[in-house]
């Protein structure tokens, strides 16, 4: 139980174009998703906060208009970054807290590369 | 404010040997802490984690921890370490505000050799 699922898991996109990404909670109802980053040999750095049917979250320094995230039913949420750069590039991990309990579950990763 | 440190960037060991990953923390009050691991192009995995009770908690593949109140360490320990181990492993805190949120460790990078 408890999994997490990411899709894509790999993506290359050229610059200036927009890349959605899903996170899905496959056997469990989450009302909180989260999105991490990571950059190589670095820890994850926490972008936002994702709550079913309302807005995110966002941390200091994380643009919301850039990191779009959108969590439209209790086991899915998007982050779609927009008019990527290289810059972007980077591990982007997502987590979800599952209803019940206070546990979060990490989802696989994808690996955004911009050219 | 609460925050980890994992001093060592690597921890090589050989396989069979006890294995040690170092964190401590900064927390205002008492604090949940966890251990994860991760595999290359992976996501993370939960190993354990300690909120309250015995100091010494086990987790998954063998692993355990010490919670140290007075040395504010929570130390990754495995008595007989696997080339299998071999992975990038994160101590992290939650906060005590805001449950939702992780601080996470720098991570350590565990090579065991065989």
């Known amino acids: 139980g408890a999994v997490v699922s990411q899709h894509p898991s790999w993506v290359i996109c050229k610059s200036g174009t927009s890349v959605k990404i899903e996170c899905r909670s496959l056997d469990f109802q989450a009302t909180t998703m989260f999105w991490y980053r990571q950059f190589p040999k670095q820890s994850l750095m926490l972008m936002a906060t994702?709550?079913?049917?309302?807005?995110?979250?966002?941390e200091q320094g994380v643009e919301k208009d850039k990191f779009l995230i959108n969590h439209a039913s209790l086991t899915l949420s998007t982050l779609t970054v927009t008019s990527a750069h290289p810059e972007d590039s980077s591990f982007y991990i997502c987590?979800?807290?599952?209803?019940?309990?206070?546990?979060?579950?990490f989802g696989p990763g994808t690996r955004l590369t911009v050219t | 404010a609460q925050s980890v440190a994992q001093p060592e960037d690597q921890v090589n060991v050989a396989e069979g040997n006890p294995l040690t990953v170092k964190c401590t923390y900064s927390?205002?009050?008492?604090?949940?802490l966890f251990w994860y691991v991760q595999y290359p192009n992976r996501g993370l995995q939960f190993l354990l984690k300690?909120?309250?009770?015995?100091?010494l908690v086990k987790g998954s593949y063998g692993f355990e921890a010490e919670f140290n109140k007075s040395q504010t360490s929570f130390h990754l320990k495995k008595p007989s370490a696997l080339v299998s181990d071999s992975a990038l492993y994160f101590c992290a805190v939650r906060d005590i505000y805001n449950f939702n949120k992780f601080y996470f460790g720098s991570g350590t990078k565990l090579n065991v050799k065989p």
């Open positions: 987590s979800a807290r599952d209803s019940g309990v206070y546990e979060q579950y």
């Open positions: 994702s709550n079913e049917g309302s807005k995110a979250t966002y």
């Open positions: 927390v205002s009050g008492n604090p949940y």
């Open positions: 300690y909120i309250t009770g015995d100091n």
